[in-house]
C-alpha cells in the first residue's frame, strides 16, 4: 500500500493526505470589494440605458447572461451539475420558483432605476438581511433571540417612517428585499452551485426573454439597435451580471461568514451614495431617519452575530 506522495504506508496505516489549501484571504477580499462594487454599481450602469424600456434591458441582460455563464462552464467542464440539476424533478420546481423570483427582482430594480427611486433600491437591499431572518422564522421555524428580535421591530418601524417620507408604502423597496430573500431560500434549499444554478435559472428565462425581444422587433423595429452605446451595455449587462456572482461566490469560499456579512451593506451603501451624490434625488428628513434607524437595526444585528461568533469559538475551544 502507498500514499499519495508514492512513499510506503504500513498496513493499517492512514494513508497521508495533502492539507487542505489554506484560504487566500487577499484574493477573497478583492473579489468581495468587486462582486459587492459591481452590484452597487448597477444603478449607473443601467442608468446608461434611459432610451431602453426595463423589460427589454431584462431580456437582453438575461440572454447574455446564459451565454457567458455556458462559456465559463464549458471552459471549467461543469456542465454536469447543470444537466444534475436538470435531471431532478424537484430542483426543477424550485428553481423554477427562483427564477420567477429572480426576473422580479431585476425587473423592479431597473425599473426603478428608470423611475429615480434608488433610493428605494438602496433601502430594499439594506433591509434585506432581516428580511432574510423573518423568512427563516416563518419557513425554517428558527428562533431569534433578543437582540435580533430588536433589530427586526427597529426595522419595521424605519419602515413605517419611511412610508410617511415618501407618501405610500416603500413596495420598491419591499419588493426588491422579499423577492431576494425568496430567492436566497430557494436557493439554499437545493444543491446547485451558484454558476450551474444561474445558467439553469437564464436558461428557463430564456423563452420569454426572446419572444419579448422578438416581440418589440416586429412592432417597433430595432429601435435600440441602432445607438452603439445602448448596443454595448445590453451585451455586457449579461456578462457583468455573471461576473458579480462569480466574484461573490469565490469570496464565499475564501473569507469567513461574517466577514462575507460585512461586505453586504457595501452595494446598498454605493447605491444610496449614487441616488443622493450623483443622481440628485430628493432626501427629506424623514426618509434620512428612516435610513438612520434600519442603520442602527442593521448595527444592532451586526453586534449581535459578533457576540455568537465569539461565543461559538470560545465553546469549541472550550470543548
Known sequence: MTSIEGAPVARGATPVRPAAPEPNVRAGVFAALGAYGMWGGFP?????????????IVAHRTVFALIFVGIVLGFRKRFTEVFAALRDRRTVLVMAASTVLLAINWLVFVWAVETAQVLQISFGYFINPLVSI????????????????????????????QSFGLGMIPYVALTLACSFGLYGYCRKTVSVGSAPGLFVETLLM????????????????????????????????????????????????????????????????????????????????ISLLSFVLIWCSLGVFTWDSWQQRRKRIATRAVG
Open 44 to 56: 449607473l450602469f443601467f442608468k446608461l440605458l434611459e432610451g431602453v424600456d426595463s423589460a427589454s
Open 206 to 285: 430564456t423563452p420569454v426573454a426572446l419572444a419579448y425581444i422578438g416581440w418589440v422587433l416586429v412592432s417597433s423595429g430595432p429601435v435600440y439597435y441602432g445607438n452603439p452605446l445602448d448596443v454595448g451595455a445590453l451585451v455586457i449587462s449579461g456578462p457583468l451580471t455573471a461576473m458579480a456572482l462569480i466574484f461573490f461566490a469565490y469570496a464565499a469560499r475564501q473569507l469567513r461568514l461574517t466577514t462575507i456579512g460585512m461586505f453586504q451593506y457595501l452595494a446598498p451603501s454605493l447605491h444610496f451614495l449614487s441616488a443622493v451624490f450623483i443622481l440628485g434625488e430628493p432626501l427629506n428628513p
Open 134 to 161: 423573518a423568512i427563516g422564522m416563518v419557513f425554517l421555524g428558527e428562533r431569534q433571540n433578543r437582540m435580533q428580535t430588536l433589530a427586526i421591530a427597529i426595522a419595521i418601524v424605519a419602515v413605517i417612517v
